[in-house]
């Protein structure tokens, strides 16, 4: 199994821009999540989805969609760019809600 | 809101010490928690779990103990190799149907040959 996998692994935006980070998994995990990591500080969970066509708002919702038309696909869309979306970006999975949480390498995004 | 925080940013310790890193939390609701380790460049990886049943469990050099009490979680590492330098967070979970992982700031642990 390839676990988590996210692409890009790095992106530079200018402000204003709209892109999607991609993220799959391999496992058939109901459970798919967007964190962003900030330096120095933990992650802090963006969106979840519990399952194929459901998704619900984490913490830091502002400025981001995403969809889950599978089970394994879990993309996370920027609308419009901001420099304070400047981060470092996990996907993760888990069997399903509530248990431990599988983690993709993260997309290093910066917005100019 | 709620949050789960780490006593210490930072701990660094002899190569075949143990270690001892803390995590306080704060939401007496809690019943699942999860430390990750990150190294650098990397996402978390899960290292050890507890539910809120128990009072300790133990993996492979690895050791978690949790007091309901003071709502504190450790995380006990024996003799400490350079290999586990990295992040470590807590995570806490509001039960097995919230979905949700609130996630600490992490302690930086360091282990010098």
């Known amino acids: 199994n390839a676990g988590v996998t996210q692409t890009p692994k790095f992106q530079v935006l200018k402000t204003g821009q709209s892109m999607t980070l991609q993220c799959a998994q391999d496992?058939?995990?109901?459970?798919m999540s967007w964190y962003r990591q900030d330096p120095g500080m933990g992650l802090r969970l963006i969106h979840y989805s519990v399952g194929a066509g459901i998704t619900d708002q984490g913490e830091v919702p502002n400025g981001y969609n995403v969809s889950r038309s599978t089970t394994e696909d879990f993309p996370l869309r920027l609308l419009s760019a901001a420099p304070s979306q400047t981060s470092v970006y996990f996907c993760?999975?888990?069997?399903?809600?509530?248990?431990?949480?599988?983690f993709g390498p993260g997309t290093r995004l910066t917005v100019l | 809101g709620e949050s789960v925080g780490l006593h210490l940013p930072t701990l660094s310790v002899q190569e075949g010490d143990n270690s001892i890193i803390n995590c306080a939390y704060s939401?007496?609701?809690?019943?699942?928690f999860i430390w990750y380790k990150q190294e650098s460049g990397k996402g978390p990886q899960f290292i050890i779990d507890i539910r809120s049943n128990m009072d300790k469990r133990q993996g492979q050099r690895v050791t978690v103990l949790l007091n309901k009490t003071v709502k504190h979680l450790s995380l006990q590492i024996a003799a400490t190799q350079p290999g586990d330098s990295a992040v470590y967070f807590c995570a806490e979970n509001m039960g097995t149907n919230a979905g949700k992982s609130t996630f600490g700031d992490g302690t930086t642990l360091t282990v010098k040959p």
């Open positions: 939401n007496s609701a809690s019943d699942y």
């Open positions: 993760a999975s888990s069997e399903r809600k509530g248990l431990e949480q599988f």
């Open positions: 496992m058939n995990h109901e459970y």
